[in-house]
């Protein structure tokens, strides 16, 4: 037990007011190793103090049974303002894990762009190269042509002059 689960099964107002004011933890179980109970987790101050008056109800006089109200009371609304903080810090969990989730897909539709516009230079560029190319074999053939048009015209003119000598002969 803690000392919040003896003050609040005692119904000890001011201790329990004090050690809620010092940051007692109110969800902190119990250990029990009962051997008739098959659980080794005990209550919590707010189950222990509800057990507790639910036990002393019938014996105890007006009085301890309303220290019990007000420490049962106290208990839950510290609850209850735990769980709204907890709330609120999954919401600015959620809210900042959104905020993130948003900045990574533009972050990565920027990246996808980026990508798509380096593929398009790069196929215009081999396009560009492949265009130069062409026209570099074109203008090599070209002259392949003029310079073998020329031999073949040297060639023939041997030819002519050879038969024509071979005529004289």
């Known amino acids: 037990f803690t000392p919040l689960h003896y003050a609040a099964g005692n119904a000890s107002i001011q201790t329990c007011q004090l050690l809620l004011k010092s940051g007692a933890l109110l969800n902190i179980h119990a250990y029990t190793n009962h051997k008739d109970s098959s659980e080794t987790k005990g209550p919590t101050p707010l189950e222990y103090s509800r ?33 709204s903080i907890r709330l609120l810090r999954e919401h600015d969990r959620s809210k900042k894990e959104s905020k993130l989730n948003a900045e ?31 026209e570099e074999e074109a203008r090599s053939a070209l002259q ?26």
Not at 52 to 77: D, G, H
Not at 151 to 168: L, M, N, T, V
Request: hydrophobic residues 25%; charged residues 50%.
């Open 104 to 134: 990574r897909e533009r972050q990565s539709a920027k990246e996808q762009n980026e990508k798509e516009l380096l593929e398009r230079k790069q196929r215009q560029l081999k396009e560009k190269q492949d265009k130069l190319k062409e």
């Open 51 to 83: 057990r507790r008056l639910q036990q002393l109800k019938s014996s105890s006089p007006p009085s301890v049974i309303k220290n019990f109200k007000i420490v049962i009371t106290a208990l839950e609304k510290a609850m209850a303002e735990l769980e």
């Open 144 to 169: 392949d042509d003029k310079t073998s048009g020329s031999k073949s015209k040297k060639k023939k003119k041997k030819d002519q002059i050879g038969r024509a000598s071979c005529r004289e002969r």
